[in-house]
């Protein structure tokens, strides 16, 4: 049996906050040992809103930096930009050539997000779920870690891939999304009915993986709750449910253990005082070899060339199956 791939993405925007990190990035950096790692900063993806160039770039190389202080290791996973394999522009284009319409637009969070920017959302965001298949399918990838979010993108890699499969002839391996059972959807602290996100204002909204001890205390003690004591979670209590849903991504728990260690805490404010010291204490090596990594840009300028280079010939010989499959080569 060959190794299962792993592949996944992150766009180098805003801030990273701890959504992403229970979400994805901490399953990326677990699984390591058990699997062919690829990972990509998915910078164009991000230009499917409008993006200052020069943040952009420099966003990219810091984004690399806090994988690598997150604990993704160079002798076991690639890292790259997504820009520097031009494949996944190509290959973008012959899926497109075989995506549906109607499919394209079943795609919830582009329907979200193109109602957000009112006539004028890019062609590219429209299209940004056939990049995201492309990204997956390039390399044979066999399980997708992500958070719940992107659950309905890689759902699309699957069916276009199946079905140029049943059409040209077996090209592309089938993915399958892998999903945490804690933290897949970490929700926004000012606001727990929304996901909380990069882009979201406000700043208690997020715990961002580099804050200070005193912007995540911040943060968490004026998360929104209700008015009740009792710590159990309920779809009816959104903002105790959420506190419960990190705790137990931190400390590696199910939510029933999260609410039992809880049963005798006298409030809320229990519960946020003992997220505090654990999200500080769990981003706090993060944060350290961040501010390490960062003296040292052009070390991590190589070794995303370095990423590329390794994963590109994958890359191109999916390319060519995919062409010649279509009759283009
Ligand atoms: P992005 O950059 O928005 O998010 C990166 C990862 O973080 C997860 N995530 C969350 N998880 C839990 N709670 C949240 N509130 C939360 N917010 C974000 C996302 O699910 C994601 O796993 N389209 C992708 C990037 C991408 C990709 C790919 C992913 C491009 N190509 C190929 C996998 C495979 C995105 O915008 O993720």
Same mark, same amino acid.
């Given at each position: 049996?060959?190794?299962?791939?792993?592949?996944?993405?992150?766009?180098?925007?805003?801030?990273?906050?701890?959504?992403?990190?229970?979400?994805?990035?901490?399953?990326?950096?677990?699984?390591?040992?058990?699997?062919?790692?690829?990972?990509?900063?998915?910078?164009?993806?991000?230009?499917?809103?409008?993006?200052?160039?020069?943040?952009?770039?420099?966003?990219? @190389?810091?984004?690399?930096?806090?994988?690598?202080?997150?604990?993704? +290791?160079?002798?076991?996973?690639?890292?790259?930009?997504?820009?520097?394999?031009?494949?996944?522009?190509?290959?973008?284009?012959?899926?497109?050539?075989?995506?549906?319409?109607?499919?394209?637009?079943?795609?919830?969070?582009?329907?979200?997000?193109?109602?957000?920017?009112?006539?004028?959302?890019?062609?590219? @965001?429209?299209?940004?779920?056939?990049?995201?298949?492309?990204?997956? @399918?390039?390399?044979?990838?066999?399980?997708?870690?992500?958070?719940?979010?992107?659950?309905?993108?890689?759902?699309?890699?699957?069916? @276009?891939?199946?079905?140029?499969?049943?059409?040209?002839?077996?090209?592309?391996?089938?993915?399958?999304?892998?999903?945490?059972?804690?933290?897949?959807?970490?929700?926004?602290?000012?606001?727990?009915?929304?996901?909380?996100?990069?882009s979201a204002a406000g700043s208690y909204h997020a715990v961002g993986v580099l804050d200070s001890p005193e912007q995540i205390k911040k943060a968490v003690m004026s998360a929104q709750t209700d008015s009740g004591r009792e710590v159990r979670a309920d779809p009816a209590r959104p903002g105790i449910t959420n506190l419960l849903a990190i705790y137990a991504a931190a400390t590696g728990v199910t939510i029933e253990a999260a609410e039992a260690h809880f049963?005798?805490?006298?409030?809320?404010?229990?519960?946020?005082?003992?997220?505090?010291?654990?999200?500080?204490?769990?981003?706090?090596?993060?944060?350290?070899?961040?501010?390490?990594?960062?003296?040292?840009?052009?070390?991590?300028?190589?070794?995303?060339?370095?990423?590329? +280079?390794?994963?590109?010939?994958?890359?191109?010989?999916?390319?060519?199956?995919?062409?010649?499959?279509?009759?283009?080569?």
């Amino acid at each position: 049996m060959s190794r299962p791939v792993v592949f996944s993405g992150i766009q180098p925007t805003g801030s990273i906050h701890i959504g992403n990190y229970f979400g994805a990035i901490k399953q990326w950096v677990a699984g390591q040992d058990d699997a062919e790692n690829i990972f990509c900063l998915v910078n164009m993806h991000a230009l499917t809103v409008p993006q200052d160039p020069d943040v952009l770039r420099d966003q990219t @190389l810091k984004l690399a930096m806090l994988l690598l202080a997150a604990g993704i +290791d160079q002798t076991k996973s690639r890292l790259f930009v997504q820009s520097h394999v031009r494949e996944h522009g190509e290959l973008s284009w012959y899926l497109s050539c075989t995506a549906s319409m109607g499919q394209m637009q079943r795609m919830t969070q582009y329907k979200e997000k193109s109602e957000a920017q009112r006539g004028e959302a890019r062609v590219g @965001l429209f299209t940004y779920p056939i990049l995201m298949a492309a990204d997956i @399918l390039l390399y044979r990838t066999t399980h997708v870690p992500v958070g719940d979010d992107q659950k309905q993108h890689v759902e699309l890699a699957r069916d @276009l891939a199946q079905r140029f499969n049943a059409t040209y002839g077996d090209v592309f391996v089938v993915p399958e999304p892998a999903i945490p059972k804690a933290g897949a959807r970490i929700m926004g602290l000012d606001d727990p009915t929304k996901k909380m996100s990069k882009s979201a204002a406000g700043s208690y909204h997020a715990v961002g993986v580099l804050d200070s001890p005193e912007q995540i205390k911040k943060a968490v003690m004026s998360a929104q709750t209700d008015s009740g004591r009792e710590v159990r979670a309920d779809p009816a209590r959104p903002g105790i449910t959420n506190l419960l849903a990190i705790y137990a991504a931190a400390t590696g728990v199910t939510i029933e253990a999260a609410e039992a260690h809880f049963a005798n805490a006298r409030g809320y404010g229990d519960v946020k005082k003992e997220l505090v010291e654990i999200l500080v204490e769990t981003l706090r090596p993060l944060r350290e070899r961040y501010a390490e990594l960062s003296a040292d840009p052009a070390t991590v300028t190589e070794l995303l060339k370095q990423g590329a +280079d390794a994963v590109r010939p994958i890359a191109r010989a999916t390319v060519d199956n995919v062409k010649r499959a279509m009759g283009a080569l």
